[in-house]
């Protein structure tokens, strides 16, 4: 059990339990992972809640029904296990302006949630755009020797690289 109040975990040993949940789930539900359908999944939820089954009129929602699924259980899960995983290392700290933002741009929670806001919506129309998100490509993908899978990752490595080396930079780190 000390294993799991541990602060950090061994990226290999999580790398292969992504790896097996991602054979589990070709082979119970001949699906490959992924996880930005349901937060499309959720916005029609939501907007069915407000605006009543009229969205299922629209063809997006025909094809990707507004329901609670594997994959939206799968997001659930993720946000609940981190929780707990941080729990248990006891590294649980509510910070609503962590440092390196803080040492540049000031103290004031309003900016960084506005730009916290924009980077998710960015991050959710990419990965609709792109047909999936990191884990659909990059885990599913690669997994299942597909060539998009691999460009897709590159890209993100690439992309993640160009932009953290802007980021410092720019900070001054």
């Known amino acids: 059990m000390d294993c799991l109040m541990m602060e950090q975990w061994s990226p290999y040993v999580c790398g292969a339990g992504i790896g097996v949940l991602s054979w589990l789930a070709f082979l119970l539900s001949?699906?490959?992972?992924?996880t930005s359908t349901s937060y499309a999944r959720t916005a029609g939820m939501l907007e069915r809640l407000i605006r009543?089954?009229?969205?299922?009129?629209?063809?997006?929602?025909?094809?990707?029904?507004?329901?609670?699924?594997?994959?939206?259980?799968?997001v659930l899960g993720i946000v609940l296990g981190s929780f707990l995983s941080a729990s248990?290392?006891?590294q649980v700290h509510v910070v609503w302006v962590p440092e390196p933002w803080s040492s540049v741009f000031g103290t004031p929670a309003l900016p960084r949630l506005l730009v916290a806001f924009a980077g998710g919506t960015l991050l959710g129309l990419g990965s609709r755009w792109g047909g999936g998100?990191?884990?659909?490509?990059?885990?599913?993908?690669?997994?299942?020797?597909?060539?998009?899978?691999?460009?897709?990752?590159?890209?993100?490595?690439?992309?993640?690289?160009?932009?953290?080396?802007?980021?410092?930079?720019?900070?001054?780190?």
Request: charged letters at 10%; glycine letters at 14%; proline letters at 4%.
């Open 88 to 90: 248990l290392s006891g």
């Open 133 to 173: 998100c990191t884990s659909g490509h990059g885990i599913s993908g690669t997994l299942q020797l597909a060539v998009s899978g691999w460009v897709a990752s590159l890209c993100f490595f690439a992309g993640g690289i160009a932009v953290a080396t802007f980021l410092y930079a720019a900070i001054g780190r």
């Open 52 to 74: 009543g089954d009229r969205i299922l009129l629209r063809p997006f929602f025909q094809k990707t029904v507004p329901r609670v699924d594997w994959q939206w259980m799968l």
């Open 30 to 34: 001949d699906t490959p992972l992924g």
